[in-house]
């Protein structure tokens, strides 16, 4: 799962698609699988793994690792996911809808690569 987030991050950084999405945008993502815990902040237009935090993170996605991995890839909507009682988000709504863009537009180049 470790490597998968550090994917993430990296392609997020390198998407130009996403950066208009993300002026003056600052967020705290916390991805919990099982026992594992990753939070991922945004800050100034870029994403990084943070240790620990000071404050209360924005948005919580929590599931299985499967369900996770499909999500974080980009294979599956989050809404989706949701729905179906897959994965569990705290979160509001325009946050979800901008999380999921981030997934699907953030693998478009690992897509296009393979």
Known sequence: MHQLVMRLIDNLNKSNA???????????????CDEEHYYIELKDVQFRLVE???CKPDIVLEGCEKDLQ?????????????????????SNFRKVLMLESLFYLGNLHDVAAE
């Open 52 to 54: 620990k935090l000071d």
């Open 70 to 90: 499909a999500i974080l890839l980009g294979k599956t909507l989050l809404r989706e996911s949701k729905k179906r009682q897959n994965i569990f988000i705290t």
């Open 18 to 32: 996403i950066k208009p999405m993300l002026y003056k945008k600052t967020f705290i993502l916390l991805v919990k």
